[in-house]
């Protein structure tokens, strides 16, 4: 890797929201300053791809980053949100580090083996219905939940109780389902390095 790849858009992009998930931390406790911040954060994070693709600079420092701000801006919210929200935080990282071990940079796409319910939410780069509701749990879910928790949702967008319960539970719905490939990520990643060694030791 060139040290130009450094300086790539998408990954200046990446750099910028580092700098908003910081600012969106020391900012926790003000949901006016909160949510701007790290909802914008969710926004570049979208974009940095699209922008990847279009000028053609894609790397895989750049799928590598892209994947740890993710983890770091959603890890920060859920510790922050409860007590038990390392746990969530930790079955991310530990997702993270199989997929790219075993995938790498490009582990979005190799997941053509995989069982059907599994495609279906990782086809077309989640661009599916389950694709979406998926990513909508894994992204949207903390951010309803800390809108909810400071009464954003009552006060700023004057959201009636039931759309904000109805809410939770449909995000609620995209995270388990995301917890369910992340699981099957974890097991099959366990398969193979049990493979591997196996291999190893025969040679």
């Known amino acids: 890797m060139g040290i130009h790849v450094l300086l790539y858009v998408p990954n200046v992009i990446g750099y910028i929201r580092i700098l908003l998930v910081l600012s969106s931390w020391i900012l926790y406790s003000y949901p006016e300053?909160?949510?701007?911040?790290?909802?914008?954060?969710i926004i570049l994070d979208g974009v940095d791809g699209w922008v990847a693709r279009k000028l053609q600079q894609t790397s895989r420092f750049g799928a590598w980053l892209d994947v740890v701000i993710d983890n770091v801006g959603r890890g920060?919210?859920?510790?922050?949100l409860f007590d038990?929200?390392?746990?969530?935080?930790?079955?991310e990282w530990c997702v993270f580090v199989c997929n790219h071990n075993a995938r790498g940079a490009q582990w979005k796409t190799t997941f053509t083996k995989?069982?059907?319910?599994?495609?279906?939410?990782?086809?077309?780069?989640?661009?599916?219905?389950?694709?979406?509701?998926t990513i909508a749990g894994l992204h949207v879910l903390p951010v309803w939940l800390y809108c909810y928790q400071h009464e954003v949702l009552s006060h700023a967008l004057y959201?009636?109780?039931?759309?904000?319960t109805l809410g939770i539970l449909v995000l609620a719905a995209g995270r388990l389902l995301c917890?369910?490939?992340?699981?099957?990520?974890?097991v099959t990643h366990m398969k193979f390095l049990l493979l591997d060694e196996e291999e190893e030791k025969k040679n």
Do not use: H, R
Not at 33 to 41: A, D, G, T
Not at 76 to 80: A, D, E, P, Q, T
Not at 159 to 164: E, N, S
């Open 179 to 186: 917890f369910a490939v992340e699981m099957w990520c974890i």
């Open 33 to 41: 300053n909160f949510v701007p911040l790290y909802v914008l954060s």
């Open 84 to 91: 038990w929200g390392w746990l969530v935080s930790s079955l």
């Open 159 to 164: 959201a009636p109780y039931w759309i904000q």
């Open 76 to 80: 920060m919210l859920w510790n922050m």
């Open 114 to 133: 995989s069982p059907v319910w599994v495609q279906a939410v990782m086809a077309k780069g989640f661009k599916t219905p389950l694709g979406i509701l």
